[in-house]
């Protein structure tokens, strides 16, 4: 009796211990879904089971640019991933997973404009899977035997969690809604201000990180989750030129919805080599994303940053107030409008009586004549009529011809003197 009593008492504590609440550190398992650039069947459905070997139809919406700069590294990755697509897709765990797994890209991004997009090509579920960047000192095969988040763990690394939590330097903050199967998450690295800039479906979640001018990061990502895949779909590289200025500020000025190449009357060479070169800067809604699925109580908590998408990291974030080349100040007036003063009839400021005061009002209107340079040092302002008259009237006529003609002016100086 005693022996199955303490039996009992046994098995009832091994049940206490088993019973604690550990769904907290469990990881998720039901894939995410709802989250789909796309409303395709096979990404709006769990459409695989891991457990399964079922193959995984892909999707191909949002793939248009086949273009990329730089592919997944076959040299730089953990010993669970396996590359196909021309080295764009990567398969993480293709049987069992027992840890994480993590790549990097080809490309070091070093000065100028960088911006890429990430498909989730598979049901996203687990720990986690993660999209970010790294520099070269992170060890991509360091967590291959435990369950971590991988990008972040360390200052040389930030990582965006599909469970919306941005990760670095071993923290953690809300920062953005989930993502699911078929969502496309986009990153700008602008190289230029420094800043690290997240999207989801091509819609702005905000900017990760500033102060990032000097770091020389590559794109990577990680997963836990057995038979997960994710494809880069797209990956750029430009400089920081004026034309990337322009064309950053027209979608700036562009409403959300408005294609900038469409809308624009540009000529078509040119229409072209801007959707070659630079469509991914005129197709970004820099409008924060939202989503009827992410109305998760930790949106309260998401940092500061996270409402400010432009390209850039920030080409608009402290607009200055424009220059007024012409100001409304009031006009100098070069020529005052005093009253003129006549120099020939002095007597014109006085009080004059009758007639007088309007014979000297007339004539102070008048402006006395133009004469040249030449003309002032060989006469006096007002003509000497004491002599003979035809002196008195060859003088007037010599006057009038000075101020017209210099030629007969200089003529007429020589015979004087």
Excluded at 272 to 280: A, C, N, Q, Y
Excluded at 370 to 388: A, K, R
Aim: some cysteine; overall charge negative; aromatic content about 6%.
């Amino acid at each position: 009796m005693l022996g199955s009593q303490i039996i009992e008492s046994e098995s009832d504590s091994e049940y206490q211990a088993v019973s604690l609440p550990i769904s907290a550190v469990m990881p998720l398992v039901v894939p995410v879904i709802g989250e789909s650039y796309c409303q395709c069947p096979t990404q709006t459905e769990v459409t695989h089971d891991p457990s399964s070997g079922a193959p995984i139809l892909d999707c191909a919406c949002g793939e248009e640019d086949q273009n990329c700069d730089w592919v997944w590294d076959e040299t730089c990755k953990s010993s669970s991933t396996y590359l196909s697509c021309s080295d764009r897709k990567v398969s993480f765990h293709s049987e069992y997973s027992c840890g994480t797994a993590a790549i990097r890209g080809t490309k070091e991004l070093a000065d100028g404009q960088h911006f890429w997009e990430i498909k989730m090509t598979s049901p996203v579920y687990g720990t986690d899977m993660m999209v970010g960047v790294g520099t070269s000192e992170v060890n991509l095969d360091q967590f291959r035997h435990s369950f971590c988040s991988l990008l972040g763990t360390d200052g040389e690394s930030w990582g965006l969690s599909y469970t919306g939590l941005l990760h670095h330097k071993g923290a953690k903050v809300s920062f953005s809604p989930r993502f699911g199967q078929g969502s496309i998450i986009g990153v700008h690295l602008d190289n230029w201000h420094g800043t690290l800039t997240f999207y989801k479906n091509r819609r702005c979640i905000g900017v990760a990180a500033r102060q990032l001018q000097n770091k020389r990061l590559y794109p990577m990502v990680c997963s836990t989750a057995a038979k997960s895949s994710m494809k880069v779909i797209r990956s750029c590289s430009v400089p920081t030129s004026l034309q990337y200025l322009c064309c950053d500020r027209l979608r700036q000025l562009m409403p959300p919805s408005d294609d900038t190449l469409s809308v624009l009357p540009l000529p078509p060479g040119l229409r072209r080599l801007l959707r070659s070169h630079l469509g991914w800067v005129l197709s970004l809604n820099r409008s924060s994303s939202g989503s009827s699925s992410d109305s998760d109580s930790d949106a309260d908590e998401q940092p500061d940053d996270s409402d400010c998408c432009s390209s850039s990291g920030s080409y608009a974030e402290s607009p200055e107030p424009g220059v007024d080349l012409l100001p409304s100040e009031p006009r100098v007036d070069l020529l005052p409008s005093e009253p003129r003063v006549d120099l020939l009839h002095p007597s014109a400021d006085m009080d004059v009586q009758g007639a007088e005061a309007e014979e000297v009002g007339a004539v102070a209107a008048v402006p006395p004549p133009l004469l040249c340079p030449s003309c002032l040092p060989s006469y006096p302002l007002v003509p000497d009529y004491s002599g003979d008259p035809g002196e008195a009237g060859a003088s007037d006529s010599d006057t009038d011809s000075c101020a017209s003609d210099p030629e007969t002016c200089q003529r007429k100086r020589c015979r004087w003197t």
